[in-house]
């Protein structure tokens, strides 16, 4: 057992992985933990010592089963029991479970924010230099929006996550995606029995893994008096200081009602008339600088088609008032055979995203609402969630 201090930007999650260790155990070993909703600067915690993880076989295991259970490759699982005959599994027998992330960059097991998105962006471009990574912008907070860009192809696609908080695991979605195209790329080109190197060729992908950091660092870290917007978010969170429910940006702005497609007609039609967790319209169209900055990007690069992955609900919307091209529904239709998701034609929802992009453009504009549950999901249903997008993902690259 170890003591740590609490850290600005500190969560529980970021702790355990630091020591190795799960959040359960750290939970554990500080009993003072169990009704907080927050860790605190300066708190101090006991950390126990990092123990291996054990798993037991069930009845119908297999090493690629578990492997995909518990989201680690199975090479790593198979060097981790050097005294295990892969094929001769049997009940009650102990096998060891390595590190998840294996030789990894992009992390798929825990809490995933802003400070590691830009970590993983950095060593994902040192390892793999095609990638183009560049910043649209700032958030309200003064944050980098990044967007990273795979492929040299005339078609250009554009992907996005996290334009609301706590949904952020979009943010690791599209992460992974981006590790597993580069990977592919770099050797043999297959994912998921698509060649990438072909797609490289033929497309440009621009992904912004995520659009609302502001928005996302309070979902997951909460406030301290020394946050410039202490006293406000308090006051629209109503008075509690657990923001897993936030979905709006630092200022009280939901971001994908800040769009100007019949924006008045979505600010009349929202009960939220100030700043929220969500569904607050914001004072004009594009009044936030994440919004502006994503139209800007949009309207710059001439997209052929977009995809901004939400959650949850496991469905495909792919119209907006009869302005979409016909392809749209085909393509959606598309996107239902890879993933089981059900495409749905919306009515009585403006001022979104793909909104906008549909109407300005005419061209096909899809918003994902990927796994089902209640925001945040957690990281134990990420590789089913993955498993359902990832046929999105490159299926968007094909169409």
């Known amino acids: 057992m170890r003591t740590y201090v609490v850290q600005s930007g500190d969560t529980l999650s970021r702790i355990a992985r630091r020591f190795g260790v ?11 933990l169990t009704n907080m909703d927050y860790i605190i600067p300066g708190q101090v915690l006991q950390i126990p010592n990092a123990l291996a993880q054990y798993y037991v076989i069930q009845a119908g295991d297999t090493f690629y089963g578990i492997s995909q259970k518990f989201n680690i490759q199975i090479n790593d699982l198979i060097s981790a029991n050097p ?27 825990s809490e995933y924010g802003y400070k590691e998105m830009v970590e993983d962006i950095n060593a994902l471009k040192n390892k793999y230099p095609f990638l183009e990574v560049v910043s649209l912008g700032k958030s309200v907070m003064g ?9 040299e192809g005339p078609k250009k696609i554009h992907y996005n996550g996290s334009f609301h908080a706590n949904e952020w695991i979009t943010t690791v979605l599209l992460m992974k995606f981006i590790e ?20 490289f060729n033929n497309t440009s992908l621009w992904v912004v893994p995520m659009v609302n950091p502001d928005g996302v660092e309070l979902v997951q870290e909460g ?17 509690s200081f657990n923001f897993s429910g936030w979905k709006s940006n630092i200022r009280g702005v939901d971001l994908n009602d800040q769009f100007p497609a019949n924006w008045e007609e979505e600010k009349n039609r929202r009960a939220a008339t100030g700043p929220s967790p969500r569904d607050w319209v914001g004072p004009y169209p594009l009044s936030e600088p994440e919004a502006k900055t994503i139209a800007d990007f949009t309207k710059n690069t001439n997209f052929n088609m977009v995809i901004a992955f939400h959650t949850q ?29 059900k495409p749905i034609k919306l009515t009585g929802s403006d001022a979104g995203y793909k909104d906008w992009f549909i109407q300005d453009f005419r061209r096909p504009g899809f918003t994902i609402e990927a796994g089902r549950g ?26």
Do not use: C
Not at 22 to 31: E, I, L
Not at 223 to 238: A, G
């Open 22 to 32: 799960t959040v359960s155990a750290v939970v554990n070993a500080n009993p003072q």
């Open 83 to 109: 005294n295990v005959d892969p094929q001769g599994l049997y009940i009650g027998q102990t096998i060891v479970l390595p590190n998840s992330s294996g030789n990894s960059i992009v992390d798929t097991t």
């Open 143 to 151: 944050k980098d929006i990044w967007a990273i860009k795979i492929g």
């Open 180 to 199: 597993d195209y580069a990977k592919a790329y770099s050797t043999d080109g297959n994912l998921r029995g698509s060649d990438m190197k072909e797609l």
């Open 223 to 239: 406030i301290t008096e020394q946050h410039p917007y202490y006293k406000q978010l308090l006051e629209w969170n109503n008075g």
């Open 313 to 341: 609900g496991e469905e495909i919307y792919w119209n907006y008032r009869d302005l979409e091209p016909p392809v749209s529904e085909q393509i959606a239709n598309q996107f239902q055979s890879v993933s089981g998701y």
């Open 374 to 399: 209640i925001n945040p999901l957690p990281m134990t249903d990420f590789p089913r969630i993955y498993n359902e997008v990832i046929g999105i993902m490159i299926e968007g690259l094909k169409v």
